[in-house]
């Protein structure tokens, strides 16, 4: 059953999923993993998921900071006194 939810996120073109749910499948590919109760196939697979997963993470961590970089250089422009 979570291998159908990967797959949704994966799929999902139109709606780009948020942190915090790509976080959860991560988490999960992570305890699945970490049993040790799946074939080889199915955890190598896991393991590829879960780098898709990440790396659609840290694109969206990276988008983050960049806004907040340009929200902090637009605030420090606006409120420092005109030369």
């Known amino acids: 059953m979570p291998d159908q939810d990967v797959e949704t996120i994966e799929s999902a073109e139109d709606v780009p999923p948020s942190f915090e749910s790509l976080n ?15 074939s080889l196939e199915s955890l190598v697979s896991d393991y590829e998921t ?19 970089t340009m929200l902090q250089l637009q605030t420090t422009s606006e409120t420092s006194p005109e030369q």
């Open 50 to 68: 879960g780098i898709k997963l990440l790396e659609r993470a840290q694109n969206l961590l990276t988008a983050a900071e960049q806004r907040i």
């Open 24 to 38: 959860d499948e991560i988490k999960t590919i992570v305890d699945r993993l970490e049993s040790g109760e799946h």
